[in-house]
């Protein structure tokens, strides 16, 4: 199968920073392989996510905010795993 992107992120850390069963709302900090930090929101099973400014962006190269992570949301959600890291 062909792909359009080569970037593949790779979960290295997460910490759930905030938590908030009633009202739906978790927040998990999270590092990346390549060194890129960013939270991953989740608002009613809704995820984004937004990068922290400390390094450029992997994929665009900017240092500013952009949205370029959220395409792999689902890739970075699937390891983060919120079921299992609010098990814990
Ligand atoms: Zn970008």
């Not at 790779?10 to 939270?39: A, F, H, P």
Request: hydrophobic share 35%; glycine share 2%.
């Amino acid at each position: 199968m062909k792909r359009n992107v080569t970037y593949e992120p790779i979960v290295k850390e997460k910490t759930l920073i905030e938590r908030n069963d009633s009202e739906n709302l978790y927040q998990v900090k999270v590092k990346l392989q390549d060194g890129t930090l960013c939270r991953v929101f989740y608002n009613h099973g809704e995820k984004s996510i937004s990068r922290l400014l400390t390094i450029p962006c992997p994929i665009c190269r900017k240092d500013f905010i952009c949205k370029c992570l959220n395409r792999f949301a689902d890739q970075i959600d699937s390891q983060v795993n919120l079921p299992e890291m609010l098990a814990e």
